[in-house]
């Protein structure tokens, strides 16, 4: 497919990527620092980040995979983007609340102001890692992807991507990144439509023959168990209910999605980017599954039932360079360039303001807001030039397997971070000792289940959540000691905001 890519898709594509280093560049405040740097300056529209909560979550990877697995398989999986139905009330109900009065710098920072500075300590380490690791795979992952199917070089690709994102994050700090986002957030669903648009008209039927085939054909829920009473069984309500706290846990306790309420303190503001950043998630991925059946259908009627196998997740790919006019394809290709930037330059933000804020302010207090910046400035750089270094030598060579495997354990770990977020706002009781013993026997008990046992990674996300709150809580009660939260002045709890807000102290369901 490569040789349909055409001389004018590269000027397309090349000239993408230079105007988004001009937005990002361009969008940047002069003398930005401190605060300013990592939460903005109050002016970014709540919509505009709303946009960028949806370009963060979803990668490239994401980009390729819906639409594949719809066209290899059924839409199955799209029933864990319905658990954004229980992510977005629980953010905007138990905790966003929460944030908004305290007005945090960073996620951790709660963990800190609730239990101690290791626990603060430790889940920004944890995040920083992790956040490292999946900058260098969607780096990779995609490259390998692109070069497949457009003929660029792998190394070119990950190096166009790597450094035009790690320039407007390090000048421009959350603000560039913001903004960049949502060109790219409205680029990657324009040329979604758009691609389903041509498909439509290229199918004999249009819409209704769409529907006809994908139902005669099981492309859409055909044999799959609605509900099994052993929770750690396949199902899609467990699929539904798993994917939900899933989500809930980043956007409660990743500092690359907390950071975005951040920049403002409004919790209107903040409501309003939660319910944006779910129906742009929902409809966009409803969007790709419903183009990948549309994929099978159209290769269906060109080849008479014989349509390509291989991997999946470059048939959509594949359709853009090779089926698409030229010009056209450059600028749907953009669109996969936009989710694998808009992904990135969010984790060199994210990485940068934890850095600095989570760890080098605690071990030099009396830090500046300029000596801050420029140490922010020079993590984001530092830590793009070792992932793009990192995403080229995975490029190259044979390991990524293993690495994948080691992501996969850090995100694993990195999910009980939302279970202590949890156990903090939604006990009085939970104390640091508590809380640190509590992460490491459900850390433990969580590598177990994912690596020694054959039940349903859907089931991973409750298993946490149930193993944080009662070994958390049990063991504040054996090692009893003061609470941070037990001073309902500090109003570190959801029941504190609850008590504000209603007018009525409830402590029935405060303990």
């Known amino acids: 497919m490569a040789g349909n890519f055409e001389i004018i898709d590269y000027i397309i594509l090349i000239g993408y990527l230079l105007f988004i280093l001009y937005i990002g560049m361009a969008v940047a405040k002069k003398g930005m620092k401190g605060k300013e740097f990592f939460k903005g300056d109050g002016k970014i529209p709540w919509w505009v980040t709303s946009v960028s909560l949806f370009a963060t979550l979803l990668s490239p990877i994401s980009f390729l995979s819906l639409a594949g697995n719809a066209y290899s398989d059924s839409w199955q999986l799209w029933v864990a983007q319905l658990g954004l139905i229980i992510s977005v009330p629980i953010a905007m109900i138990f905790f966003l609340p929460v944030y908004r009065n305290l007005n945090l710098d960073t996620a951790y920072e709660y963990l800190e102001r609730r239990f101690d500075k290791n626990m603060r300590l430790l889940a920004s380490v944890l995040f920083i890692i992790y956040q490292i690791g999946r900058m260098s795979i969607i780096m990779y992952l995609p490259a390998i992807a692109l070069s497949a199917v457009t003929g660029i070089n792998a190394v070119f690709i990950i190096l166009f991507m790597g450094i035009i994102a790690t320039i407007y994050s390090t000048v421009g700090g959350i603000k560039s990144v913001v903004w960049t986002d949502f060109i790219q957030g409205v680029v990657l669903i324009g040329g979604g439509i ?77 409501n309003k980017m939660t319910i944006g950043n779910g129906v742009l998630s929902l409809g966009t991925a409803t969007l790709f599954f419903f183009v990948g059946t549309a994929l099978f259908v159209f ?50 933000n994210s990485v940068a303001t934890s850095w600095t804020l989570d760890i080098q302010k605690i071990i030099k207090p009396d830090l500046s807001d300029e000596s801050s910046t420029k140490i922010a400035k020079f993590v984001s750089t530092a830590v793009g030039i070792f992932a793009i270094i990192f995403a080229i030598v995975l490029a190259n060579s044979d390991i990524s397997s293993a690495y994948e495997w080691f992501n996969g354990l850090m995100g694993l770990v990195l999910g009980i971070v939302g279970g202590t977020f949890t156990l903090g706002v939604m006990t009085r009781k939970a104390n640091s000792k508590g809380a640190m013993l509590g992460f490491i026997v459900t850390s433990i008990i969580a590598i177990y289940v994912s690596y020694f046992t054959d039940i349903s990674l859907w089931a991973y996300s409750i298993i946490n959540l149930v193993n944080s709150l009662v070994f958390g809580y049990v063991f504040s009660l054996i090692f009893s000691g003061k609470s941070k939260a037990e001073d309902e002045s500090l109003e570190l709890t959801y029941y504190d905001r609850k008590t504000e807000i209603n007018g009525y102290n409830d402590d029935s369901f405060a303990q």
Not at 242 to 268: H, P, W
Not at 324 to 344: D, E, V
Request: glycine share 10%; no cysteine.
């Open 194 to 270: 758009f691609a389903l648009i041509v498909l439509i008209f290229s199918i004999e039927g249009g819409v209704p023959a769409i529907l006809n085939t994908g139902l005669e054909n099981d492309k859409f829920f055909s044999e799959e168990v609605f509900f099994d009473p052993n929770l750690v069984n396949d199902s899609l309500f467990v699929i539904f209910l798993g994917a939900g706290l899933s989500t809930a846990f980043s956007y409660i306790s990743s500092q690359d999605m907390v950071q975005r309420y951040l920049t403002t303190t409004d919790l209107k503001q903040m």
């Open 299 to 348: 290769y269906t009627q060109q080849m008479g039932g014989d349509i390509p196998s291989g991997n999946s997740d470059l048939i959509f790919a594949n359709f853009i360079v090779s089926e698409l006019p030229a010009g056209i394809s450059g600028l749907l290709i953009a669109g996969l360039f936009a989710a694998g930037q808009s992904t990135l330059s969010t984790g060199l």
